[in-house]
């Protein structure tokens, strides 16, 4: 089975703080995602990465910076954290199929609270 | 961009049926349907890649009018097992998903 995983289920940090959120999946797939999702808003992409060191930005990458040093490791990087940036956070993947995207993969997800 | 689902909400009685739809104003190249459980990550449904094509999972089937850019989310006889969030994820390039806000469906006894 696919397994993404995230570094943690539940975060509190204090704002200004630098914020490091984790994702890691064991299937060799060449895209990773990174979402947030807010009650009413559903799941908006934040970035995405289809391959080692490529990034590109999704639909509200402020405030976010990502890093992909590994196939297998997807780094979401908040600067300086914000109290309007308390969310759900989601990882996901995905393999290429017939040059479409295929299924997405998702991991737990992370709470993360900025007091 | 982001698709809109109708409707926000459902609530059904074990073996009614429903519909959720997803709408989009651009041009698209396949839907996706995933659903999400209270607490839990979101997981995949099918994906319509085809005009007017319709695929089934169990008794939940979904067609694509790519004319129309529209999806339905067909969930017959409903079970308590179906309730969640239903999101569709619209492919209007081929690398990336935009999501729509999702609609809750309840199933009750």
């Known amino acids: 089975d696919v397994k993404v995983t995230q570094s943690s289920r539940y975060l509190v940090k204090r704002t200004g703080e630098k914020v490091f959120l984790e994702c890691v999946q064991d299937?060799?797939?060449?895209?990773m995602f990174w979402y947030r999702q807010d009650p009413g808003l559903g799941l908006r992409l934040i970035y995405f990465?289809?391959?080692?060191?490529?990034?590109e930005k999704g639909d509200i990458p402020e405030g976010y910076s990502v890093s992909r040093e590994k196939k297998e490791r997807f780094s979401l990087i908040l600067e300086s954290a914000s109290t309007n940036q308390t969310s759900m956070y989601l990882c996901?993947?995905?393999?290429?199929?017939?040059?479409?995207?295929?299924?997405?993969?998702f991991g737990p997800g992370t709470r993360l609270t900025v007091l | 961009q982001q698709p809109v689902q109708s409707p926000q909400a459902v609530i059904l009685r074990e073996g009614e049926d429903a519909v959720i739809n997803c709408s989009s104003s651009?041009?698209?190249?396949?839907v996706h349907w995933y659903r999400q459980k209270h607490g839990e990550a979101p997981v995949f449904l099918m994906i319509l890649l085809k005009g007017g094509e319709q695929k089934g999972h169990e008794k939940i089937s979904a067609s694509f009018n790519e004319k129309k850019q529209q999806s339905s989310l067909y969930l017959t006889a409903s079970q308590l097992s179906y309730s969640g969030t239903y999101f569709c994820?619209?492919?209007?390039?081929?690398?990336?998903?935009?999501f729509g806000t999702g609609t809750r469906l309840q199933v009750f006894p």
């Open positions: 994820g619209t492919e209007i390039r081929t690398d990336k998903l935009i």
């Open positions: 990465s289809y391959d080692v060191k490529m990034k």
């Open positions: 651009k041009a698209l190249y396949s």
């Open positions: 996901a993947s995905s393999t290429w199929w017939s040059g479409r995207a295929r299924e997405q993969f």
């Open positions: 299937m060799d797939h060449e895209n």
